[in-house]
């Protein structure tokens, strides 16, 4: 995932920290990274600042490092303005207030750092803590753009099939199809239609590609005559409510 790390100058130790967490342990991209720029003297404070927007803009998900300056509340408010999910990680004995609205948005996910044990490098500790959250963050922000994304595909109207035969033949269980993109033939020798179509449905990416519940109404329902004894039941949901 493309991510951008926004923060506070005094937490830029951290910041760092956490890039190289998200980078190297858990193989996310990042896609600015502010605090090495900071030491740049090749670019004016404006280029800077253009530099630090487009890495808002380019990056999946923005992981907030919290409280941060007025530059960070630009980044935060930028982000929440264009849609981007905001991971925040608040600083021990930080949180925002009820006050700060903006941090209740759907878009923002908040986690906080716990206050670090006696005996332990405090600074260390929040900075590897910080960068687990972030992680975590970033995990829940993926899961949710899987979920849309499911969401999505079956709104979606798949492909119309042209030609579609499917049965028994010699045995096995075929499925046939042909679109205007391409012709996909499978054949399967199960021990029943179901098993042959629970194969078929996870050995082969073009399947899944038309759509799964697509598939279940064009062959399974359509198939399933509802007589076992003539050997068409499949499985499908009308089967199974009968079974249950």
Not at 29 to 42: D, G, K, P, S
Not at 78 to 90: D, E, L, N, T
Not at 189 to 215: Q, T
Request: charge should be neutral.
């Amino acid at each position: 995932m493309k991510v951008y790390i926004a923060g506070g100058r005094d937490n830029r130790d951290i910041v760092q920290w956490i890039i190289d967490k998200l980078r190297h342990a858990y193989d996310h991209e990042i896609t600015h990274n502010w605090v090495t720029e900071m030491l740049n003297e090749a670019t004016t404070k404006k280029q800077k600042a253009e530099l630090d927007l487009m890495g808002v803009v380019t990056a999946d998900a923005i992981v907030l490092l919290y409280p941060g300056g007025p530059g960070t509340n630009f980044e935060f408010g930028y982000a929440s303005a264009i849609g981007k999910p905001v991971v925040v990680v608040c600083m021990p004995n930080e949180y925002p207030l009820p006050g700060e609205i903006f941090y209740q948005r759907d878009n923002v996910i908040l986690y906080k750092v716990p206050v670090p044990p006696e005996n332990v490098d405090a600074k260390l500790y929040i900075a590897d803590d910080a960068a687990i959250l972030a992680a975590n963050g970033l995990s829940e922000v993926a899961k949710k753009n899987l979920e849309l994304s499911i969401k999505m595909a079956a709104k979606k109207k798949p492909p119309a099939l042209e030609r579609m035969r499917y049965g028994w033949k010699n045995g096995y269980f075929f499925v046939s199809t042909s679109t205007n993109d391409f012709t996909f033939t499978a054949s399967y020798n199960g021990d029943s239609p179901r098993d042959a179509l629970n194969k078929l449905f996870n050995d082969n990416s073009l399947v899944e590609g038309l759509g799964r519940i697509y598939w279940e109404k064009k062959i399974i329902n359509e198939f399933c005559k509802n007589d076992t004894t003539k050997g068409l039941c499949i499985g499908c949901r009308t089967c199974k409510e009968k079974e249950g």
